[in-house]
């Protein structure tokens, strides 16, 4: 078997009068406590503290990054114990599953996944051989048997990852009942102190095209008193559901749409939009138009109360239409297209975009916007900053193109640090450790260049991996 | 006159503690045979093995590459040889046309053609000195003394070039001669060993806007005995020419498209459109979705027949209508148009994507798909591939860019090595030999940042130089 | 206080094996003298050679690239002094509009307005401390005080910064009385010998929805004796004034459009439609297919007459609505656009594309057309030539993108040098300085590749500093 070796160095420039210096940038940075202002993670697992199950049930089956890889070589989803939708859980047995990652580990070689979850193992476990065929049962039971012991609970890995706060994503139908609870360990004298935050994700009764739309108005005026099929109604019931979420610690909402288009109707013309998109059928038009408008609605009840507006538009979700009848949404087959800043964000900028007191955080997937629309934008609009490399581009050459591209025009103070954004727990220290990384090989590399002193680096690298997504998410 | 000097570590990373490495990987793979799956070489070549004419007519007046680039600068094509429609040969003297190229060598600074030609100069024929002004009769007499040798003849060259297979892309219409007669001399005990493929390249009988389309539906009709203007006849026709391809050796179909629209109509929606592209005129829309139909045809016939299917989609063919008119197609006049994959692929995908028997390789001009699309889409369907960095982008850079963009999300796993893509026999090594280079450079570079080992390294050198390609096209 | 240093070695290749041959091409390169064929100065300051004012005036409240960096991060226009529309002037103190700056200097990490400013600082004013709050008075008393000297009048910096020629852009109507001031003084025996040119730019009589687009073409036919409203008298107007800037010396007219749209239409078509957009109203068709009209108009008249055309697309001007209304045009909000040139710039390049006498240089604000489009078109036609990397992109890294993504398809001759375009005049020999110090890198990182010999890279980086932009603006 081969060893499994995390060089100190990885992921530093090369060039022997750049890696010295980006050494020394992350030194000062490796241990600084993660923010992880959004993501996918569980609440359940802060509250309940319960343990995590087997090597395929924590890294293998809910890792879409992971999977469909496998999936692209020809290995069936089934194979490795993934379940139709209606079948009654998996006859796979997790070991086996194991294995099949165990030999196809090559398919991984230059991914961001690899690097993952060789931190995973080596970090997290203390496994100090590769995965491959022949360490595939040594790896299956070094983690399996690890997890069922105290060290691996949800409450130990967060304390041991050295995260100061994290933020999970809820729906305005959410209860936030693990949030509450999380609230309650917290205040207890001797109880567990760890941040776990929710955000507020109304994708669900703002998009017309969402699964089971006018169910959820339903239960948004069951849960409001408001009568959410009345455009009146309707944004009371918001106002009181992130009345209730900023309540319960959260700083941030979040809004993740096929496009971003905004706009911003008169309130007659979004009434009787409102009134078509809550209809028994919704024209493709009118639930763009709904979705555009509601970002400018959400922008203004920011200015009021002050949460964080964070936008991540541009997938085409369940590409793969087969796949998503059998085994439904985020099999890994999501995929970026090519999105349009410049005239979609215009009515929203227009009407809130000169709001210094407003924080809109914007994603992408589609880089060529990088450099010719988000940094200009950014740039010039007080209340626009750039979320970091997003999702395929949360990547080391993904930062890169990011940093290289967006730096010049944008500034460093534009942008807010590093978010991960995954459910993949156990990741998420090295995702962090990525970014810092990259970003410190950035900064020495222009350090050596001389476009900036050391010690102006130095502040940089300790604002880009802690400091700008504390304050940006008002944590 | 200045010396010509191929630097053995040409297209290496410069970084002192990278290069070795690169070297190590490339000492492994520079001797490996040519895979070339894929390319324009004329068969008649190889079947009857006849010298080439002078240096003018086998480099200069052939390569729109490199004629293009002494249009741009305003020099004319009768000057240096070509011939417009209708004309009956040049009386331009080929020696004159040398020395035009010589005198303006300095334009090809910084571009592939240069490095292939001065790969040609240098290693074909041995010259020593740099092409310019003074050495214009001296590299015109010695490449067109040389082209009168034996060891100029096109078998020669083949096998001195350690090429293991080539193939040729002709029409449904050819009675692929050429290859029989490669066959028979194959076979004789004797007989020249070089294998000569060809791939199937329905355009001229699928494209309604391809000149002579109704002609050539008429010769289809012939050759097969079907009604070629009869939708089920048209669809009897193409499989038995795929299968006559296929029996004279062909692994693979070609489509160059000008978009990579998809379309799955029934079948009474087919035979429709069917009647009314095979009508006197065609509508720009109906010319689109028969061609986007049909992709989705033989997307089907390959799973049937086990053909590959390479997609090249997104050239704007003949930009210059006053060229095309004077001097036809193929004169450096196609340029590449913005494409869209994530929509486009869509029916295709979903009707045979998930075919982990099927194998469909996609070839792009717009690399902003690159990070956006392909590597998301490849990543996760069964049935797709990417095919290399294409035609303009079969350049270093263009290289660096592919695998820095494709790598983190698609893997190289998805990949499938090299092809050259070319008519320019001559350069075939010089091509393969760039891509080797370029390939061990990135590999190296990611060694040196400890992002895989050396010998995963040196195992996707060889993969990436020879295995992919020869597994990817069945060859 | 922090020392301000411009390192002798800044912009360079890091690696040790590149960085030495940069060195020894910048060395031949840097004191060249500064050609600046298109730019934005005012003509005045050279004719009347009176003083700037003090650091705010000339250094912070005239350049958007500045405060569009403080306004992004919350700091009003009003507080570093700018005036809203109809304000008669500011109260604000320029010398705490500059403490403003100072205060915040650190936003500008990375950016090249840092560069820029600190290379003025340094060389321009011999600054040797860091701009931060403590030095803000420092900074503001030795600029001002130095401004009031001789050495600092707008003569005496263009001697001093080693112009050779300077072009600056003027509308149809102006009458160049600041031009004749300067050939006059020219004409003095021992008068001022600096070479103050003029470029054609008619955006205020092509574009029908530019402000005062009907008066201005009531100027025009005042100024011509020509019917500007008669499309025949309108052509003639532009002809005679464009023979009239030429005779002034214009060697080049600019064209500043929305998008790269061109048509090519009958007489009878541009009658009618010069009859619709020279209405009351106009729609946005109607203007968009008139300014494309025109632009080949205007490639027909560089035929006849030899100015060499420049056109710049692709800006969003005035993104930010209410900014715009409260401040007026050029503040920063500016945005650029996705901008497609192979279909749109079809119509003219039909016409006019061929003709090896003319030189149309094409500038973008879309990175994804570099390789795509741009280097592909500049490579094939005879007419067309590529402006450098513009605007945002006028940057260290902008510009290596530029080279890597242009020159292997259009080579470096169909680039032609360096413009800065602005209108800070003291930025001028700092940008020139960046632009040559980045081309000297790249080609010594091509040279350290073995991609080109040594003294090919000195001959080109003379050609890209000096020659190249000489030869194509025909100065």
């Known amino acids: 078997m081969r060893p499994l070796i995390l060089h100190p160095d990885r992921l530093f420039p090369t060039d022997p009068s750049v890696r010295p210096i980006a050494r020394r940038l992350y030194e000062a940075v490796a241990g600084l406590p993660i923010i992880s202002p959004h993501g996918h993670t569980d609440p359940r697992w802060f509250a309940q ?3 995590f199950g087997n090597a395929s049930e924590l890294l293998l089956t809910p890792d879409h990054y992971v999977f469909r890889m496998l999936y692209s070589q020809g290995i069936s989803l089934e194979a490795i114990g993934l379940v139709p939708n ?13 294995r099949i990652l165990a030999e196809n580990y090559t398919l991984f070689r230059g991914t961001p996944s690899r690097m993952w979850l060789d931190w995973v193992f080596a970090e997290a476990f203390g496994l100090t051989v590769q995965l491959e065929a022949a360490s595939a049962d040594l790896y299956y039971d070094t983690i399996t048997d ?11 890995l967060y304390d041991r990852f050295n995260i100061e ?3 999970t994503t809820e729906s305005p139908l959410d209860d936030l009942a693990h949030h509450a609870a999380i609230l309650a360990e917290n205040d207890r004298t001797d109880g567990w102190k760890g941040r776990v935050l929710t955000a507020y994700r109304p994708d669900p009764v703002i998009d017309p095209q969402f699964d089971g739309f006018r169910d959820n108005l339903r239960k948004l005026s069951d849960l409001t008193g408001e009568d959410a099929f009345d455009y009146k109604g309707y944004l009371a019931a918001h106002r009181q559901r992130r009345a ?9 909402t979040d809004h993740g749409h096929p496009t971003a288009a905004t706009a911003d109707l008169t309130d007659a013309e979004a009434q009787a939009l409102f009134a078509r998109v809550t209809a028994d059928s919704v024209s493709d038009a009118d639930a763009e138009l709904f979705r ?18 964070q936008i991540h538009p541009g997938a085409y979700r369940n590409h793969n239409a087969s796949l998503f009848t059998r085994f439904g949404r985020d099999k890994g087959a999501d995929i970026p297209m090519a999105t349009e800043y410049v005239h979609a964000l215009r009515p929203l900028l227009s009407r809130y975009g000169n709001e210094a007191n407003l924080t809109i955080i914007l994603f992408t997937l589609d880089e060529t916007s990088y450099a010719r629309e988000l940094a200009p934008l950014a740039g010039h609009y007080p209340a626009l900053k750039l979320g970091p490399a997003w999702w395929f581009h949360d990547s080391p050459e993904g930062m890169r193109r990011f940093r290289n591209q967006m730096t010049e025009t944008a500034g ?5 640090g590093f978010n991960d954004d995954t459910r993949a727990f156990l990741s998420i220290p090295a995702r962090h450790d990525v970014a810092r990384r990259i970003d410190c090989g950035f900064l020495a590399q ?4 001389h476009r900036m002193e050391e010690w102006e680096a130095a502040e940089l690298a300790i604002d880009l991996s802690y400091t700008l997504a504390k304050k940006a998410y008002k944590l």
């Open 49 to 51: 503290d319960q343990p």
């Open 86 to 98: 209606g079948g009654g859980g998996t006859s796979v047995d997790p070991r086996a599953a194991w």
């Open 146 to 156: 690890a997890l069922a012991t105290e060290a691996f609970r949800p409450r130990a």
């Open 165 to 167: 706060v994290i933020t």
């Open 244 to 252: 209730f979420f900023a309540s319960m610690g959260a700083t941030s």
């Open 292 to 309: 555009a408008h509601m970002l400018t609605v959400m922008a203004g009840m920011s200015v009021e109360d002050g949460m964080v507006m």
């Open 412 to 416: 460093f103070y534009n942008t807010v």
């Open 446 to 449: 222009w350090v050596a260049e």
